[in-house]
Each structure stands twice: as C-alpha cells, then as structure tokens.
C-alpha cells in the first residue's frame, strides 16, 4: 500500500473542514435535515434521504443553498423570505432557521467531539512547524469548535459570520478556504485542504491548493451512484470509486486521518 503523506517540505499549512473532518458532526447535521425536510416534505414528496440527499445536496454547502438545492432536486421551489421568518415557515429562510434551532439544541445538549486522529494530526503538524486552519460554512463553526475543546490547536477559523460578513460564496467556490490562507500569509499552492464534503473537494481543486486530501469516512462520500458529478457508477468497486474522487480533485481518499503521515518540517522564516 502506498504510505499517504503530507510532505512538510511543499506543503506549509493545512486548512481543516470543520464538520465532518475535526468533529463529529455530520450525523447531527444529517438528521437535522431530515427532521425540518420530512416535516416540510409530507403530503408533498418522498421523504429526506439521510445518506443520499444529504450528500449530494446539503453536505459542505451554507445553509440556505443547500435548502434551495435539494428542494429543487425535487422540482419545488420557495419563496427566499427573510431572516426574521418563523423557524419551519414554508420559505427558504423558514427551512433553514428551523434546521438550525433543531441542529443547535442536540448540541447544546449532548456537546461536540473531536475525532481523535484529527486531535492527533493537529499536534503532529504544530509540532513540526506547520500551521493549521478550520473553516466551516455553518455561522456556528467557533462555537462547534470551541465544543469541541480544539480552538487552541488552530491559527486561523473562518466560519459562516465570516462569509456573510464578507460576502464570500459558498463551496464549491473555493473563498472560505482562500480567506483562510490569505490570513495565514501564505499562497494556495503552499497549503493542503482536508475535506469530507464533495463540494469542498472540488473547492479546494479550484483554489489551486497544494494537496487536497478527502476524507471518506465508512465509504459514504464513494458511495453514490454519480458522485455528485455523473463521474463513477456503483458497479465499480471501492478502490475505483475512490480514486474517482481524484476527478473532482483530491489527491489523496483515507478513510481516517490516522492513515497520514506527516514528512518534514516547516522551518522558521529568516529574519532579513
């Protein structure tokens, strides 16, 4: 098996998607979806796809888009509303604030973990010199990281605020991730993306970043019929399905980031 590094001699920061890639928030994620769109759904069509929908049409998107998305995977289409709707109001705004409030009540409940070989990776790469970043799309990413008790580990976060304070577009545009490293100093080229979400793979190819690493945890993000692009069919097997991730441009698919090496080190910038 080929050893999947992280070369600290091309590569000087690497710049973290938050759900899905530091913490263990995608399955909250999904099923707060599932609530708010089974609940707008019925009577109207088939009911929220935790697996497939969410996927293909909500994972690594802002809120709001990914609730225009997967409605029009349906053929409907809202009313945009406003950001003072009624959590659950049939608008797009409604939608989106009632999945929020359902989403942020299990985390104010239960909290939020980091993945351990996440934690892991962090130390490794501060320890030999590289920075790091993590950005997320949702308004909340500080407050999931910050749960999550891994602020201290990161340089840099951009989040949700950030975007709509600066009106940057969402994955697939590559803009959260290119603020990152603009606040880091540093080019795209020197920077790696690590990313569980198709629309974050795919921003990270067209940000022209160094390395883009795809994390695809229990072959979920593999296992679609079209890959979110009409790239790989299910008859292929995982190795296949995988390295059709390379399409929409990662460089490396691990199922875990315990499955990375890190080579080099980064060392201090001389002083002129």
């Known amino acids: 098996m080929d050893e999947k590094v992280i070369d600290l001699a091309a590569i000087s920061a690497v710049v973290f998607d938050t759900d899905g890639v530091v913490t263990d928030t995608g399955r909250g994620h999904a099923a707060a979806w599932k609530h708010v769109f089974d609940t707008f759904l019925r009577g109207r069509s088939t009911p929220f796809d935790i697996q497939a929908d969410y996927l293909r049409h909500v994972d690594g998107r802002p809120r709001l888009d990914g609730v225009r998305t997967f409605l029009a995977s349906r053929g409907i289409t809202l009313p945009e509303g406003a950001p003072d709707d009624e959590p659950g109001a049939p608008t797009v705004h409604g939608l989106g604030l009632a999945k929020d409030a359902h989403f942020l009540a299990q985390v104010d409940k239960y909290g939020v973990a980091a993945f351990p070989a996440t934690v892991a990776l962090l130390h490794e790469l501060r320890h030999r010199g590289a920075r790091t970043a993590a950005v997320s799309a949702s308004l909340h990413g500080r407050k999931l ?112 980031l315990g499955e990375l090496t890190v080579h080099g080190r980064v060392l201090p910038v001389a002083s002129p």
């Not at 577009?169 to 540093?186: I, T």
């Not at 974050?200 to 296992?223: C, L, M, P, S, Y």
């Open 145 to 256: 990281v910050g749960s999550a008790g891994v602020t201290h580990l990161f340089d840099v976060l951009v989040d949700g605020s950030d975007a709509a304070l600066m009106n940057l577009p969402g994955k697939p545009d590559p803009a959260l991730f290119l603020e990152a490293v603009r606040r880091l100093a540093l080019p795209a080229s020197r920077a790696a993306v690590v990313e569980a979400a198709l629309p974050g793979i795919e921003a990270g190819r067209k940000g022209g970043f160094g390395q883009v690493i795809a994390v695809d945890r229990d072959g979920r993000t593999t296992n679609l019929d079209d890959l979110g692009a009409g790239l790989i069919d299910l008859g292929a097997n995982l190795g296949d399905l995988r390295a059709g991730l390379g399409d929409l441009g990662a460089d490396l698919v691990v199922s875990d």
